[in-house]
């Protein structure tokens, strides 16, 4: 046995034959994403993305608020906008990361639970990975 790099075909039919075992387990999938943002003029000042994950769970990987309209209500916009697709899409859960300089704070104001973390001393961060039930 050894170690090789995967050429893309290898690497599909791997993501192939976990999805298969998956289905064993989960039952149903949605399908879906959330692109959304906010425009001042012609300028895009703010974004957020997510997708549908197994198990009716909404993803987010994206939240972004240019600096000179943080602490606007631009990220809670989004955020609310957000759940409100996330329902129609039939999500009952939300989850998403950050970085300890990130937006660790703001998830909490909107209902959002810590459900793990971890620290890296040596390159002087934390991460922060939350979860929302919602209905």
């Known amino acids: 046995m050894e170690i090789i790099d995967l050429n893309n075909k290898q690497a599909e039919d791997i993501e192939e034959r976990l999805d298969a075992f998956d289905e064993k387990y989960i039952t149903y999938k949605l399908d879906g994403e959330i692109n959304i943002g ?21 993803y987010v990987s994206t939240l972004f608020v240019d ?31 950050t970085f300890s300089w990130q937006g660790k704070e703001f998830y909490e104001a909107m209902g959002y639970q810590i459900v793990g973390e971890y620290t890296n001393k040596d390159d002087n961060y934390s991460e922060y990975f939350f979860l929302k039930r919602i209905s």
Request: no cysteine; proline share 0%.
């Open 38 to 58: 906010i425009k001042k003029g012609n300028k895009l000042i703010a974004g957020l993305y997510a997708s549908m994950t197994a198990f009716k769970i909404l």
């Open 67 to 97: 600096e000179e309209y943080r602490r606007q209500g631009l990220g809670t916009q989004l955020i609310k906008e957000m759940e409100k697709r996330a329902l129609k899409m039939g999500a009952n859960t939300i989850r998403l990361d």
